[in-house]
């Protein structure tokens, strides 16, 4: 299988502790995305990257998130120092960076934050 | 703030009829609309697309129609089948930089 692939799929901390997620995109992929999506609603858009260069930031990721492509290949989201309203599905998606074109979502990462 | 609508959160159709989903955006920068599909504990799956240049796309059973004016994109499924039962998001981007802003979703049950 050659799609985007995710880990952990399921991830369950304390409040206050630190969590890393892994990203794996479509190999040829240039491009990859990060989004979170909270229950009754669509993925919200975080972070991208073109190669390794982080191009954009959305105002929902607080400073307790970061994210990192080392390389343009995988991609890690971590936060830290995690609150309950972190609990959410974490969604990765990779494209190839040309004039539009779909995008490729992996399965998601659940995280609880109890 | 929400750039992509999607009015109805449910929608019941029976096997074999047409199920119509229906979005509106705010955003006129957007330039090209996508229709995902997601079933539970899965990532979503991209299903169509029409870029703004068009006003109709088809894909086998799915069509997507786009009225720029009115700021709607509406996706048609037919005949409803009872493997589509899911959720559908729509979803817009602009050339900018294509991230994606998604609708809250719709999901369509088909009833044998």
């Known amino acids: 299988d050659t799609g985007v692939s995710q880990n952990p799929r399921h991830k369950i901390t304390k409040r206050g502790q630190n969590v890393t997620f892994r990203c794996d995109p479509i190999?040829?992929?240039?491009?990859l995305y990060w989004y979170r999506q909270t229950l009754g609603q669509g993925p919200e858009f975080l972070t991208y990257?073109?190669?390794?260069?982080?191009?954009?930031k959305s105002r929902l990721l607080s400073d307790r998130f970061s994210a990192e492509r080392p390389k343009g290949s995988f991609s890690t989201l971590e936060i830290q120092r995690t609150e309950q309203g972190d609990s959410a599905m974490y969604l990765c998606?990779?494209?190839?960076?040309?004039?539009?074109?779909?995008?490729?979502f992996g399965p998601g990462t659940r995280l609880t934050v109890l | 703030d929400q750039q992509v609508k999607q009015n109805s959160p449910s929608l019941s159709v029976q096997e074999g009829r047409i199920s119509i989903l229906n979005c509106d955006y705010t955003?006129?920068?957007?330039?090209?609309f996508l229709w995902y599909k997601k079933y539970p504990a899965e990532g979503p799956t991209f299903l169509i697309s029409i870029s703004s240049i068009k006003d109709k796309n088809e894909d086998g059973r799915f069509t997507v129609f786009l009225n720029k004016s009115a700021k709607h994109l509406s996706l048609h499924i037919v005949p409803s089948q009872p493997g589509d039962s899911a959720v559908y998001f729509c979803a817009a981007s602009a050339s900018n930089d294509y991230k994606l802003s998604f609708g809250a979703g719709t999901t369509v049950t088909v009833r044998a």
């Open positions: 990257f073109q190669n390794e260069a982080q191009l954009e």
């Open positions: 998606a990779s494209t190839v960076y040309r004039e539009h074109n779909e995008q490729f």
């Open positions: 190999s040829e992929h240039n491009r």
């Open positions: 955003n006129s920068m957007f330039d090209y």
